[in-house]
């Protein structure tokens, strides 16, 4: 089970962190990744992060947000800098197993096992 908080309104410029707390074993062995999706758009891989440490962020966030874990906590967080309008969207965090994460593929939704229900975030200029 995978819960996100964190999300809200901001104005460009600004920062939120989200978290996704993660129930269950072997929590540190996984791929964790966060999505987004906006209206009428599909739904990609902002930022990952694997059991090793690895990660990969869109080239659209490089710079700009921070993928991180607490294993003691179970905890997932992406600490997003400098938002802009284009970053509005529903953000999801997501689980799998043990994965290889590389910094230049972007994570496919369809390897990903669980997913959380979602949280919005909303950028205004």
């Known amino acids: 089970q995978l819960v996100e908080s964190g999300g809200g309104s901001v104005q460009s410029g600004g920062s939120l962190r989200l978290s996704c707390a993660a129930a269950?074993?072997?929590?540190?062995?996984?791929?964790m990744t966060w999505f987004r999706q906006s209206p009428g758009k599909e739904r990609e891989g902002v930022a990952t992060v694997g059991g090793t440490g690895t990660t990969y962020y869109a080239d659209s966030v490089k710079g700009r947000f921070t993928i991180s874990q607490d294993n003691a906590k179970n905890t997932l967080y992406l600490q997003m800098n400098s938002l802009k309008p284009e970053d509005t969207a529903m953000y999801y965090c997501?689980?799998?197993?043990?994965?290889?994460?590389?910094?230049?593929?972007?994570?496919?939704?369809?390897?990903?096992?669980?997913w959380g229900q979602g949280t919005q975030v909303t950028v205004s200029s």
């Open positions: 997501a689980s799998r197993g043990p994965c290889y994460v590389s910094a230049t593929r972007p994570p496919k939704q369809s390897e990903y096992n669980y």
């Open positions: 269950g074993d072997s929590y540190s062995r996984r791929c």
